[in-house]
Antibody, heavy 118, light 112 residues
Framework: QVQLVQSGGGVVRPGRSLRLSCAAS????????MHWVRQVPGKGLEWVAL????????DYTGSVRGRFSISRDNAKNTLYLQMNSLRTEDTSIYYC???????????WGQGTLVTVSS | DVVMTQSPLSLPVTLGQPASISCRSS???????????LNWFQQRPGQSPRRLMS???DRDSGVPDRFSGSGSGTDFTLKISRVEAEDVGVYYC?????????FGQGTKVEIK
């Protein structure tokens, strides 16, 4: 079965960096786009970043563009989110999400909490 | 970006009674391939979101048949025919026809 197991996250001071990882299994990772979605605890869902199956295409929501970088290692079946220049407003639960079916969010990781605080 | 508007935002329901959630999009979620990419997700307390429905009414494997999706154009509905205790949580609609994909604000379903 499909599994997305996330790691990374934690508490970090404003301006610092953090990297999230998402290890995928149960499907052909290298064939599918992947996303990061975030959620302020108790609030709604916000799409953050997309990477195409081969890593050539990437896109970001405006508030993180230039600070966050999405990448993938298809040999390791792992998705990453490098978060630089973190701000207090980046505090959220971050989910990795697969796009196995056409134009859909099929499976979600367990989520990892990132807290940006001085 | 396409704006997704859900109503109500809070929905207290009695066990065994029906529930209905509305989702309206600022632009029809019909893609150039002719499909309507309107999806529903359920997020139970303390859990990750889980997809319930794709393309308006295609129920995911394992989703009880008391859940149904309908609608067209810019107006869509998720219905629960008889609410059970395990249905408590927040429900989100999402359009994936137009980039970037966008979510509704969420509707919190709770038991009266």
């Amino acid at each position: 079965q499909v599994q997305l197991v996330q790691s990374g996250g934690g508490v970090v001071r404003p301006g610092r960096s953090l990297r999230l990882s998402c290890a995928a299994s149960g499907f052909t990772f290298s064939d599918h786009a992947m996303h990061w979605v975030r959620q302020v605890p108790g609030k709604g869902l916000e799409w953050v970043a997309l990477i195409s199956y081969d890593g050539r295409q990437k896109d970001y929501t405006g508030s993180v563009r230039g600070r966050f970088s999405i990448s993938r290692d298809n040999a390791k079946n792992t998705l990453y989110l490098q978060m630089n220049s973190l701000r207090t407003e980046d505090t959220s639960i971050y989910y990795c999400v697969s796009e196995i079916g056409v134009k859909n969010f099929d499976y979600w990781g367990q989520g990892t909490l990132v807290t940006v605080s001085s | 970006d396409v704006v997704m508007t859900q109503s109500p935002l809070s929905l207290p329901v009695t066990l065994g009674q029906p529930a209905s959630i509305s989702c309206r999009s600022s632009q029809s979620p019909v893609n150039s391939d002719g499909n309507t990419y309107l999806n529903w997700f359920q997020q139970r307390p303390g859990q990750s979101p889980r997809r319930l429905m794709s393309k308006v009414s295609d129920r995911d494997s394992g989703v009880p048949d008391r859940f149904s999706g309908s609608g067209s154009g810019t107006d869509f509905t998720l219905k629960i025919s008889r609410v059970e205790a395990e249905d408590v949580g927040v429900y989100y609609c999402m359009q994936s026809a137009h980039w970037p994909y966008t979510f509704g604000q969420g509707t919190k379903v709770e038991i009266k």
